[in-house]
C-alpha cells in the first residue's frame, strides 16, 4: 500500500488530510516538522504534501533536503499564498505540483493519486521477459516472437543515448510500457520521469501544461504557472499521441528538440531545460505531414529513432504467453489464488480472436474472466461475448484471386541456375507456403479451422505460420520473392507474409 506523508505545523490540516483519505488505499503518516518529516521519509514514503510556512526552515530548504534523500520523490506544496514565490520557485527545483489553503480536498486526492501514479511509474522498474516472468516488483514487456526480439533490441541500443524516441504502435500495444523501459535502462533513471498525454488535454491547456505561463497571460492565468519542461529539467518526459498536438504547440515542441529553450505562455523570458524526450503515437505522422496537418520538421526531428511496435494480432505464439502472465497477475491482484489454469477450449477461442484492443483488450479480458469464474479452471462460458462470437475477426471478404503454384516453372528456373542446391528443400518449402496461405485463405485467417482441414496442430500450424514468413493481418498474400522462379503468390484478405 502506498505511503503519504504530510507534513505541516497545524494539527487541524494533518487531520483532515487523514480523513481524507481514510477510505482510500493509501496509508496516511503525519509530521509537525522537517526534522520528523525526514525520519519518515527515511523508513519511505512514496508522496509528500509539504507546508510552505514552516517553524524551523523555509519550504525550498526543506525540498532541497527530501529530494537529496530521494530525487525522484513527488512533493506536493501546501500554500496559504496564491501568488507564493516560494511555491513557484519550488515548482522550478522539481516540486510536483501545489495547492492552496483551505485545501481543496477533491482536488487534493486527485492531485495525490496522480502524484502516486508517477511514483510508480519511476519506481517500478520494466524488465523484458521471453517467458512467464516469477511474481517479482516490476512490470513486464512479454514475448518471445522473433518480432518482440527486434523490440527488445531496440530499446537495448538506444536506452544509454541521450536522444529522442519515437514509439509507434496501436492503442493498447504498450507504448508506455516501453517508454519507461528506456527511461529505467537509460542515464538518466536517477531522475524524474513525466508521463503526459497529449490527448487527453485540450489544445488550450496542453502548451500552458507543458511550457507554463505568465500571471495575466490569459484570463484563467491569475499566477504565474511552471510548465512540466521546466519542473522536470534533468529528467525524461514521456509525450504520449504527439500525433494530436495543435501546429502552435509543434513548433514550441520543435524548439526545446533543437534547443532545449522555450519561453513561458506571455512570456519574453527564455527558460533554459535539459530534459529527455520520448514521444508515442498511434498516427501516421509521415502521412499526415505530406497532407499538411503535421510539421514536416517536427516530423523528422523525431523520426531520428524509431521502435514500432506490432499489433498483438501479429505476435504469434506470443498471445499465449501474455495469456498465461495476465492469469498469474490478475489472480494475485483479485484475490483468486484457487484459479490455476484456463481450459484448452478457451485458449483456443483466446489465440484464435484477433484482439483488436491489443493488449489492453486483453487484459481486460483476463480480469473478467477471472471475475467470473467459479472453479479452478477458466472456461470458455466465462470469457466476454466478443471473444466467443469472434466479433472482432475481419468481415469475410470474397478472395479477389488466386495464382496458383507452378511447379514446372519453379524448376525449370531453378535449374538454369547454375548457383542453385538444395532444389528439393526449396520444392517442398514454395509448396508448402501455398498450401497453407490457401488453407488460411479459405478459413478467413481461422487458425483452428486451418489447423483441422490441414491435419496438424494448433502449434504446429504457428510454428510454420512463422518459418514460412506467413503473417495474419488484412490483406492475404504470399509474396513471390522471385518472379523468375515462379514461387507462389496469393492475394485475398486474411494473410501476408
Not at 36 to 57: A, F, H, K, Q, Y
Not at 371 to 395: M, R
Not at 422 to 445: C, F, N, P, Q, W
Request: hydrophobic share 40%; charged share 25%.
Amino acid at each position: 500500500m502506498p505511503t503519504l506523508l504530510a507534513i505541516d505545523d497545524d494539527r487541524a490540516v494533518l487531520h483532515m488530510i487523514r480523513e481524507t483519505f481514510k477510505n482510500l488505499p493509501i496509508t496516511v503518516v503525519t509530521a509537525g516538522d522537517v526534522e520528523d518529516g525526514m525520519e519518515l521519509v527515511n523508513r519511505g514514503v512514496d508522496v509528500v504534501l509539504l507546508d510552505i510556512m514552516l517553524p524551523d526552515i523555509s519550504g525550498l530548504e526543506a525540498a532541497e533536503k527530501l529530494h537529496a534523500l530521494d530525487p525522484k520523490l513527488p512533493v506536493i506544496f501546501m500554500t496559504a499564498m496564491g501568488t507564493s514565490h516560494t511555491a513557484i520557485e519550488a515548482m522550478k527545483l522539481g516540486a510536483y505540483d501545489y495547492l492552496i489553503k483551505p485545501l481543496d480536498l477533491p482536488k487534493l486526492r486527485d492531485l495525490v493519486m496522480r502524484a502516486l501514479e508517477i511514483r510508480r511509474l519511476m519506481s517500478v522498474p520494466v524488465e523484458m521477459a521471453q517467458s512467464v516472468p516469477a511474481p517479482v516488483d516490476s512490470d513486464h514487456i512479454v514475448g518471445r516472437s522473433p518480432i518482440m526480439q527486434e523490440v527488445f533490441k531496440a530499446i537495448g541500443r538506444v536506452a544509454p543515448q541521450n536522444v529522442t524516441v519515437l514509439i509507434h504502435g496501436e492503442s493498447g500495444t504498450g507504448k508506455e510500457l516501453v517508454a519507461r523501459a528506456i527511461y529505467h535502462h537509460g542515464k538518466r533513471a536517477d531522475k524524474q520521469f513525466l508521463a503526459v498525454n497529449c490527448a487527453a488535454i485540450p489544445d488550450s491547456l496542453l502548451e500552458s501544461e507543458l511550457f507554463g505561463h505568465e500571471k495575466g497571460s490569459f484570463t484563467s492565468a491569475d499566477s504565474r504557472r511552471i510548465g512540466k519542461f521546466e519542473q522536470i529539467s534533468g529528467g525524461t518526459i514521456f509525450l504520449d499521441e504527439i500525433g494530436d498536438m495543435s501546429p502552435l504547440v509543434q513548433s514550441k515542441v520543435l524548439r526545446v528538440l533543437q534547443e532545449q529553450r522555450f519561453e513561458r505562455v506571455g512570456g519574453t523570458e527564455t527558460i533554459k531545460t535539459d530534459v529527455r524526450i520520448i514521444a508515442a503515437t498511434n498516427r501516421d505522422l509521415k502521412q499526415l505531414a505530406a497532407e499538411g496537418k503535421y510539421r514536416e520538421d517536427l516530423y523528422y526531428r523525431l523520426n531520428g529513432f524509431t521502435i514500432k511496435l506490432p499489433p498483438l494480432r501479429e505476435r504469434g505464439d506470443d498471445i499465449l504467453l501474455l495469456v498465461h502472465h495476465c492469469l498469474q497477475r490478475f489472480k494475485r491482484e483479485l484475490n483468486k489464488p484457487e484459479v490455476h489454469s484456463i481450459s484448452p477450449e478457451a485458449m483456443e477461442l483466446l489465440a484464435d480472436y484477433s484482439w483488436p484492443g491489443n493488449i489492453r483488450e486483453l487484459e481486460a479480458v483476463m480480469r473478467q474472466a477471472l471475475l467470473q469464474t467459479t472453479g479452478s479452471v477458466i472456461l470458455p462460458e466465462f470469457l466476454p461475448d466478443s471473444v466467443l462470437s469472434g466479433d472482432s475477426q475481419p468481415a469475410p471478404i470474397e478472395l479477389e484471386s488466386i495464382t496458383e503454384c507452378d511447379m514446372r516453372s519453379f524448376l525449370d528456373a531453378r535449374l538454369r541456375d547454375d548457383s542453385a542446391r538444395d532444389i528439393y528443400a526449396e520444392a517442398v518449402e514454395t509448396m508448402e507456403r501455398y498450401v497453407v496461405a490457401r488453407v488460411l485463405s479459405h478459413t478467413k485467417g481461422n487458425q483452428s479451422r486451418a489447423a483441422k482441414l490441414l491435419g496438424i496442430t494448433r502449434g504446429n500450424l504457428r510454428k510454420k505460420i512463422r518459418t514460412l514468413h506467413i503473417s495474419l493481418g488484412t490483406t492475404v498474400s504470399v509474396e513471390d520473392e522471385d518472379d523468375e522462379t515462379g514461387a507462389v503468390a496469393v492475394d485475398s484478405p486474411a494473410v501476408t507474409s
